[in-house]
């Protein structure tokens, strides 16, 4: 027969019988106390009316253990010695000698259970407490868990655990999917074979708190590769050093990325060769008036060479008006501006910090949309801060860059003036070939290319100290504007205009 099986049951009940009244108790101490001087008195005047020749002390044991719950270690210690003397009082035998004896020996007697008492009581309170404080742990423990877990379930992100030997300990069910394995075996395998960077770096960082990010190869189980993100960081385990490590397939995402880089630099070279044919076309159109001037000299209009170089004038201005032409068609898109100043912001602090350039923004709210390729723009932007960033980390204090933005009729006009040391040749700043090697100027060539090709315009304004360049920006039709049809036909417009 399980002895412990049986009893539990009535023990608990027990249990749970006793502990209401002793709760009682202990919230209402007060009371408690009243009830428990109560009986000491009734049993005095039991003790002293009812019983002769018979002593009853034995009865002060049970208010003393009543009122241990409530009284203090010192107020039960009183209660006792009150007790004793009223039994020594009342007792028979009272006035015999040995009362000193006899009252110390009734104070321990009927003392030490109640202080037992209490201290059973005290004792139990402190750990059901502490037993209610870690169930609430060990339940806040498994709510934990189970988010953690299902964290871990649905999240596309390979999360793995790698022991210090290199072995796979733990994995999530994303990470089945990322690496084309069967569920469960992962585990116990090598991550040498699928990521072999995360191998080397459990192996050669010893150091635990490293925390990185690092692209890299992964292998799936079919032996396919794909480029890996991952974020990783080492820890203790048991004194020996692991490694927690995330892996994001980036494959998709970096051919997005390439394909946007790449029609970013088609877009950009198609703006560069219609700057560069508008300035060839110039040039031709001045060959061609010189050419007819001197075709009025009969002998020199007889020459070959003169006719032949005329057919090579007139190619020439053909092949600049149709590569002009191409780089006209383009899409006309709409771009919010807020969003991409604040892009650029966010890219621009961290290198004013660090240079010691104190950047200042003045923009107004709300900004209309914009015309333009937003990449374009960015691209006109990062030109222009970039080169003041540089300037000014050369300049002596202050170093002061200002961005500010005010509407202008159906311009947006964003200015980016710096504290550097000015422009010494404003005239020869878009030329996009110079002979002193300035790296800026095919830049602020491009950049200007990129604005007239969207409508606006890329001007330099004097100031007494530092460069201000002025990017006028062509709001987005709205209702009542409607884009102005070009030489090619009239412009595709690629999403909402700002109502």
Not at 169 to 178: E, F, G, K, L, W
Not at 229 to 252: F, M, S
Not at 305 to 317: R, W, Y
Not at 416 to 440: A, T
Request: charged share 20%; proline share 6%; with cysteine.
């Amino acid at each position: 027969m399980n002895f412990s099986a049986s009893t539990e049951p009535q023990f608990g009940a027990f249990s749970a019988a006793l502990d209401r009244p002793l709760e009682w108790a202990y919230k209402r101490r007060r009371i408690a106390r009243l009830i428990a001087v109560a009986l000491v008195g009734m049993n005095a005047l039991i003790d002293w009316m009812v019983v002769q020749n018979s002593g009853l002390g034995f009865l002060y044991v049970f208010p003393m253990i009543a009122g241990s719950v409530a009284l203090s270690r010192v107020e039960i210690i009183v209660l006792g010695v009150v007790c004793s003397i009223l039994r020594e009082a009342f007792a028979p035998f009272a006035g015999d000698p040995g009362v000193e004896v006899r009252l110390f020996l009734v104070t321990v007697g009927l003392s030490f259970p109640a202080l037992f008492f209490g201290e059973l009581v005290r004792n139990r309170r402190l750990i059901l407490a502490h037993l209610a404080e870690r169930r609430q742990q060990e339940q806040a423990l498994r709510q934990m868990e189970h988010q953690l877990r299902a964290i871990m379930d649905t999240t596309p992100l390979a999360i793995l655990t790698v022991s210090a030997d290199g072995i796979i300990t733990m994995a999530n069910s994303a990470a089945t999917r990322v690496f084309a394995a069967p569920p469960g075996h992962l585990l116990g395998m090598e991550i040498g074979d699928l990521v072999p960077v995360l191998k080397r770096l459990v192996r050669e960082h010893s150091t635990p708190g490293l925390r990185t990010m690092l692209e890299a190869q992964g292998t799936r189980r079919d032996g396919h590769a794909f480029v890996a993100q991952i974020w990783c960081a080492t820890y203790q385990l048991h004194g020996v050093n692991n490694l927690a490590a995330v892996v994001w397939d980036a494959t998709d995402n970096m051919r997005s990325r390439e394909e946007a880089s790449l029609e970013l630099l088609g877009s950009l070279t198609r703006v560069a060769i219609g700057a560069v044919a508008h300035e060839v076309r110039n040039l031709a159109a001045a060959a061609t008036m010189a050419h007819a001037n001197l075709g009025r000299d009969r002998a020199v209009a007889a020459e070959p060479d003169f006719q032949v170089l005329g057919t090579l004038i007139a190619g020439v201005e053909k092949l600049a008006s149709s590569n002009l032409a191409l780089s006209r068609r383009q899409t006309l898109e709409v771009t919010e501006p807020a969003a991409l100043l604040e892009d650029l912001r966010v890219l621009l602090e961290p290198m004013c910090a660090e240079s010691g350039i104190e950047l200042q923004w003045t923009l107004p709210a709300p900004l209309p949309a914009l015309s333009g390729n937003r990449e374009q723009l960015m691209q006109v932007f990062l030109n222009l801060t970039f080169n003041a960033v540089r300037v000014l980390e050369e300049a002596p204090e202050p170093r002061q860059l200002r961005i500010a933005a005010e509407l202008a009729g159906d311009a947006l006009i964003v200015c980016v003036h710096d504290s550097g040391p000015g422009i010494p040749d404003p005239s020869r700043l878009f030329h996009p070939l110079k002979s002193d090697g300035d790296p800026g100027g095919l830049g602020l060539f491009i950049s200007r290319a990129i604005l007239r090709a969207a409508g606006g315009d890329l001007e330099v304004e004097a100031v007494e100290r530092g460069a201000c360049f002025k990017v006028i920006l062509p709001l987005a039709p709205g209702p009542r504007r409607s884009p102005v049809p070009s030489e090619d036909g009239p412009p595709l417009v690629k999403g909402t205009p700002d109502v």
